[in-house]
């Protein structure tokens, strides 16, 4: 019954901008590190970001200073703002309760022309 629901994801040109965010629907979200994961097409599914209930955050070196990961305890809401995107940005990026099996849906982001 513990549901990720994500949005924001679409179609966008290279040195664009999204949001994704990533409602939890329970308030115990509080209490955990959320993460952002991405999943190219025949590629596995890699890390890309980390944010803890207190703010802290980690980010692969692909896409360090380009994107932020930050969240809203109070909206129980995580957000990946992406900017300068790259075409080998295009994957499903999916939102991940960091120490449990729960994953959001997935949401298609693809970069190109």
């Known amino acids: 019954q513990v549901q990720l629901v994500e949005s924001g994801g679409g179609l966008v040109q290279p040195g664009g901008s999204l949001r994704l965010s990533c409602e939890f629907s329970?308030?115990?979200?509080?209490?955990?590190?959320m993460a952002w994961y991405r999943q190219a097409p025949d590629k596995q599914r890699n890390l890309v970001a980390t944010?803890?209930?207190?703010?802290?955050?980690n980010y692969a070196d692909s896409v360090k200073d380009r994107f932020t990961i930050s969240r809203d305890n109070a909206k129980n809401t995580v957000y990946l703002q992406m900017n300068s995107l790259k075409p080998e940005d295009t994957a499903v990026y999916y939102c991940?309760?960091?120490?449990?099996?729960?994953w959001g849906q997935g949401t298609q982001v693809t970069v190109s022309s």
């Open positions: 991940h309760i960091v120490g449990s099996d729960v």
């Open positions: 329970r308030s115990i979200f509080r209490a955990y590190a």
């Open positions: 944010v803890t209930s207190r703010g802290n955050t």
